[in-house]
């Protein structure tokens, strides 16, 4: 299925359920399709780059330029934005939100970066900002700042600076960084939803606006939760040593688990796996913070080359971080064989009834959602990675805990009873799907051929 293109070097706003710990929940109420309208047809690619509530802003090609536009999604409606992008001049282009531009004038190795706020002059940030696969610059999930690498004024070292956007402040993070952040800047820099702080190299936690070093976690792997106000890591604690899984990655096999407090500036240790079983990353958060979930994996050969292709995926834990009590979902999945699949993808409900996660690989997945109380869980075979914009993931779930996600062209509603409901079929290829915050409402982007037609669906 051709996917939408999505440009994940813009700026991201947060969706829904990211923000503060989740409320109270309302009653149910599923979306029914009262309205179905065609919203908007294009003969040339859309790229979805950023949301901030019900309001999505894509971008379509028009002759030599790209247009920008506003889409809501709870009511459909679609507007021009007013600002049109000429982005193929500049070594490196991007959106920040709809108030500016950041882009790159020159080569490589003789560079500046600017940024254009709507409406105004341009402003000089750096020169000789470093390259990995591009651009070495990382824009905040509220486009209020961008952490970049740049050359040491007379030197060929790089240092690591943060750029507040409103107020043109450049604060130097790190004075010398070596090649390792340089050529892995795109992954190694991980966002605070709130902007407030930066994580850098799963280790080191900035705070943004003076771009001072608050802590110094040993960790191995790092993950927000949705306010910014905690951080779950695993603990590199020496136990064990780092896998290699390419020429340059490596990988620890963690056994302790943590959670960070941002403002108690300290860490709890809130659950260690035993025997075999280790902790590789991929902790997910439920909305209210008081829990984490993720994998249990066994090795068959540790000391194997190839021991990424010999793992066996025990099980599921789900932790509450105050009372450090866990429950286990047996899954016991075989990652290896012919064509080895992972288990991936873990995502709560709104509030936490569900849980669901896949089993597969680029070729076929199967989706697994489970009741969090009873482990009673239930299977979908062949579901579509549709949603591209960060904090998507197979599924998305709306506020009174229903999960959505893709399947045979169809759109699948499943609620906290595990009842499954097919609730849309696309008339063409199905793309990609957003749903309103409120949950009674979605936009749908359907293919045919060389176009993409927005559909609205809902209230």
């Known amino acids: 299925?051709?996917?939408?293109?999505?440009?994940?070097?813009?700026?991201?706003?947060?969706?829904?359920?990211?923000?503060?710990?989740?409320?109270?929940?309302?009653?149910?109420?599923?979306?029914?399709?009262?309205?179905?309208?065609?919203?908007?047809?294009?003969?040339?690619?859309?790229?979805?780059?950023?949301?901030?509530?019900?309001?999505?802003?894509?971008?379509?090609?028009?002759?030599?330029?790209?247009?920008?536009?506003?889409?809501?999604?709870?009511?459909?409606?679609?507007?021009?934005?007013?600002?049109?992008?000429?982005?193929?001049?500049?070594?490196?282009?991007?959106?920040?939100?709809?108030?500016?531009?950041?882009?790159?004038?020159?080569?490589?190795?003789?560079?500046?970066?600017?940024?254009?706020?709507?409406?105004?002059?341009?402003?000089?940030?750096?020169?000789?900002?470093?390259?990995?696969?591009?651009?070495?610059?990382?824009?905040?999930?509220?486009?209020?700042?961008?952490?970049?690498?740049?050359?040491?004024?007379?030197?060929?070292?790089?240092?690591?600076?943060?750029?507040?956007?409103?107020?043109?402040?450049?604060?130097?993070?790190?004075?010398?960084?070596?090649?390792?952040?340089?050529?892995?800047?795109?992954?190694?820099?991980?966002?605070?939803?709130?902007?407030?702080?930066?994580?850098?190299?799963?280790?080191?936690?900035?705070?943004?606006?003076?771009?001072?070093?608050?802590?110094?976690?040993?960790?191995?792997?790092?993950?927000?939760?949705?306010?910014?106000?905690?951080i779950a890591f695993i603990l590199e604690d020496g136990r064990e040593k780092w896998l290699a899984s390419g020429e340059e990655d490596a990988v620890y096999p963690g056994k302790v688990v943590c959670v960070y407090d941002v403002q108690d500036g300290d860490y709890q240790e809130v659950f260690m796996v035993t025997g075999d079983e280790y902790v590789f990353g991929d902790i997910v958060w439920d909305d209210a913070e008081d829990r984490i979930a993720f994998a249990g994996i066994s090795v068959k050969d540790k000391k194997s080359p190839d021991w990424y292709m010999q793992l066996t995926y025990n099980c599921i834990y789900m932790v509450e971080i105050d009372s450090r009590k866990a429950i286990r979902l047996e899954t016991n999945v075989n990652g290896g064989g012919e064509k080895p699949v992972e288990l991936a993808n873990l995502k709560f409900s709104a509030t936490g009834k569900l849980l669901a996660y896949t089993v597969g690989n680029f070729e076929k997945s199967d989706l697994y959602v489970c009741k969090t109380d009873s482990l009673e869980q239930k299977t979908f075979t062949d579901v579509e990675y549709l949603h591209w914009i960060r904090g998507e993931s197979y599924v998305i779930t709306d506020r009174y805990d229903s999960l959505y996600f893709s399947a045979g062209n169809g759109i699948v509603r499943i609620d906290t009873g595990l009842k499954d409901t097919l609730i849309y079929t696309a008339k063409t290829d199905l793309d990609d799907m957003y749903l309103s915050e409120d949950g009674k409402a979605m936009v749908l982007f359907e293919s045919l051929e060389n176009q993409s037609v927005l559909r609205y669906i809902g209230k």
């Open 1 to 230: 299925m051709r996917k939408i293109v999505i440009l994940l070097l813009s700026s991201l706003l947060l969706l829904s359920g990211c923000g503060n710990k989740a409320a109270a929940v309302e009653t149910a109420e599923d979306l029914t399709i009262k309205n179905e309208k065609i919203v908007k047809e294009f003969s040339s690619t859309v790229n979805v780059f950023n949301r901030s509530g019900d309001v999505v802003m894509l971008t379509a090609e028009n002759g030599d330029v790209f247009e920008n536009y506003h889409l809501n999604v709870g009511t459909g409606q679609f507007a021009q934005a007013g600002i049109s992008d000429f982005n193929e001049q500049y070594l490196h282009y991007e959106r920040i939100a709809d108030t500016g531009q950041l882009y790159v004038e020159g080569s490589e190795g003789d560079n500046t970066l600017f940024f254009k706020a709507k409406d105004g002059e341009a402003k000089k940030i750096a020169v000789n900002i470093g390259y990995s696969d591009s651009a070495n610059v990382s824009v905040s999930p509220n486009g209020k700042y961008v952490v970049l690498t740049s050359k040491k004024e007379g030197s060929d070292a790089y240092g690591l600076y943060v750029y507040d956007l409103g107020n043109a402040k450049l604060s130097t993070m790190l004075d010398l960084i070596d090649k390792h952040l340089i050529q892995g800047f795109g992954y190694m820099i991980s966002w605070a939803p709130n902007d407030k702080h930066v994580i850098v190299n799963d280790k080191y936690v900035f705070n943004a606006e003076t771009g001072k070093l608050r802590s110094e976690l040993k960790s191995a792997y790092s993950k927000w939760s949705s306010s910014g106000s905690r």
